[in-house]
């Protein structure tokens, strides 16, 4: 059975902090994505890797960094956390050979910065 | 750039409704997926589909390529249905990167 987990469910956090945001997934892909998602604004990219080491800004990156030392884990940090970065944030990994694209998720963070 | 729109954007329906949830996007794509996020945030795949049609139980999903729109049909919706339903596009890239659109919130009453 394929696996993303998260290292928290819920996180609060203090404005100015630095936020670890960890994603490990068992299925050997080479693509991982982190998504933050906000009511009315849908899925939006903040970062992908296709490989380790490498990483692609998406979307929206401002605010964030990410890191892949190895194949099976992506972080993503949030180098002095602010107020709107209150949300649902989204891992999700994927296999680059497989023709369907199809993207495997976490169950997500809610982080709350206050 | 490459927009993905879905329709409605909420929806409650009676028990044993019939529902349908459409997803149109703006150019040529390889690939459609229907995603289903359950309350508390963890998303599944439904459906991935390049053509045609494709059913899982009560699910449904089709693809007109024409068009550009495809649609997602539940068929004697039941309250566990209840989810928010998104629709993502792959149009191509090595990276896999999907295009999602704002997802749709369906509310099944008993």
């Known amino acids: 059975d394929v696996k993303v987990t998260q290292s928290s469910r819920y996180l609060v956090k203090r404005t100015g902090e630095k936020v670890f945001l960890e994603c490990v997934q068992d299925?050997?892909?080479?693509?991982m994505f982190w998504y933050r998602q906000d009511p009315g604004l849908g899925l939006r990219l903040i970062y992908f890797?296709?490989?380790?080491?490498?990483?692609e800004k998406g979307d929206i990156p401002e605010g964030y960094s990410v890191s892949r030392e190895k194949k099976e884990r992506f972080s993503l940090i949030l180098e002095s956390a602010s107020t709107n970065q209150t949300s649902m944030y989204l891992c999700?990994?994927?296999?680059?050979?497989?023709?369907?694209?199809?993207?495997?998720f976490g169950p997500g963070t809610r982080l709350t910065v206050t | 750039k490459n927009e993905v729109e879905q329709s409605p954007q909420n929806l409650t329906a009676q028990e044993g409704e019939f529902i349908t949830i459409n997803c149109s996007y703006s150019?040529?794509?390889?690939?459609l997926h229907w995603l289903q996020q359950h309350p508390g945030g963890g998303i599944v795949s439904l459906f991935m589909l390049s053509s045609g049609k494709k059913k899982h139980g009560r699910l449904i999903a089709t693809i007109n390529i024409q068009e550009k729109h495809s649609s997602l049909h539940i068929t004697a919706s039941h309250p566990r249905d209840s989810a928010v339903y998104i629709c993502?596009?792959?149009?191509?890239?090595?990276?896999?990167?999907?295009?999602f659109g704002k997802g749709t919130k369906l509310s099944v009453k008993p």
């Open positions: 150019v040529g794509i390889s690939a």
């Open positions: 993502a596009v792959y149009y191509g890239g090595s990276q896999g990167n999907l295009i």
């Open positions: 999700a990994s994927s296999d680059y050979r497989a023709r369907s694209y199809e993207q495997y």
């Open positions: 890797s296709y490989d380790v080491k490498m990483k």
């Open positions: 299925m050997d892909h080479e693509n």
